[in-house]
């Protein structure tokens, strides 16, 4: 079909969207699954690789345990992802910052896309498959301008092994990030919950906190997810198709 596509969503919706000022988004890797980058779980399946979980090869244990198999898990994905461009959701979203007052966009997804489609700001919640961090003095390194074929690179700072800078399974997200988060889902009017199948704690409960502080909340999945009856509306489909139309 060309031109503009029909609307999607009740009038209560897109007289809110009309209105509101302050809108939150929670993204996962449904919004990047029509870019080609696999989820974790959906469809009644969870990943794994080489045999394990991927709760367990990203886990800090395994950083401890492992850490040459925790860079070779990270080294394949983002291998992958260098052939995985934004897709219409991702670019819808990143229209959405002219369109509201103030949007937040809060993403559990760790491979960049929404930066790469012109969202500014993203609260990266995981991190980020594009930087690592040394074990002991902390610095950071752009991935993409090391030229380090160790496994682990070396910090160019200390000479110390670098990690993946990701949050890993049994680690706190990075705190000023979280705290940024849970307070613009306070603050919104609007919440929209994109593409994540709602079970991984704390960036789970950022719809929850925007709920009950009075938001009206919206759900964009094929899936329903646990979050599904806490929601005003969910627009059961793929996110590239529905965030466009609204
Ligand atoms: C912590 C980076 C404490 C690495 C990831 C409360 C209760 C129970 C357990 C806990 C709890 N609180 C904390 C925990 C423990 C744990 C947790 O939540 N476990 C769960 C699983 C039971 N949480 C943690 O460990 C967190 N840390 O709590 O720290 C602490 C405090 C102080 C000091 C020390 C420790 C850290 C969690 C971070 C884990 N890191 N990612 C990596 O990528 O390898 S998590 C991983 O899941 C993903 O990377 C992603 O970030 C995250 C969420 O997944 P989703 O994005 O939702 O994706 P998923 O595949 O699950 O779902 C895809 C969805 O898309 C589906 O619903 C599908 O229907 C939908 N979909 C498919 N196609 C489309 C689509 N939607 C739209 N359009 C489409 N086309
Ligand atoms: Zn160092």
């Not at 993204?27 to 870019?35: D, I, K, M, Y």
């Not at 790469?116 to 390194?141: D, K």
Request: proline share 7%; glycine share 10%.
């Amino acid at each position: 079909m060309h031109g503009q596509q029909q609307r999607i969503g009740s009038v209560e919706l897109r007289e809110r969207m009309r209105s509101a000022r302050r809108v939150f988004v929670l993204t996962g890797a449904g919004v990047s699954a029509e870019s080609g980058v696999p989820t974790f779980r959906g469809g009644g399946r969870t990943a794994v690789w080489k045999g394990m979980p991927f709760e367990v090869i990203s886990s800090a244990a395994m950083v401890e345990r492992d850490l040459p198999a925790v860079w070779e898990w990270f080294d394949y994905r983002r291998a992958a992802l260098g052939r995985c461009r934004p897709n219409a959701a991702h670019l819808a979203l990143a229209g959405w910052q002219e369109r509201f007052g103030q949007l937040t966009l809060a993403t559990q997804n760790i491979d960049g896309l929404h930066a790469a489609a012109g969202s500014r700001e993203v609260l990266e919640l995981h991190g980020s498959i594009w930087a690592a961090r040394c074990l002991r003095c902390g610095a950071r390194a752009d991935l993409r301008e090391l030229n380090d074929e160790d496994r682990p690179p070396a910090c160019l700072d200390c000479g110390d092994p670098l990690r993946p800078d990701v949050v890993l399974f049994g680690e706190a997200l990075p705190g000023d990030v979280y705290a940024a988060a849970a307070e613009r889902a306070a603050g919104c009017e609007l919440c929209f919950v994109v593409g994540t199948s709602a079970v991984v704690y704390p960036a789970a409960g950022l719809p929850v906190i925007a709920r009950r502080a009075g938001a009206y909340v919206v759900e964009v999945n094929p899936e329903p997810t646990p979050l599904s009856e806490l929601c005003h509306e969910t627009l059961q489909g793929p996110a590239g198709e529905i965030l466009p139309r609204l």
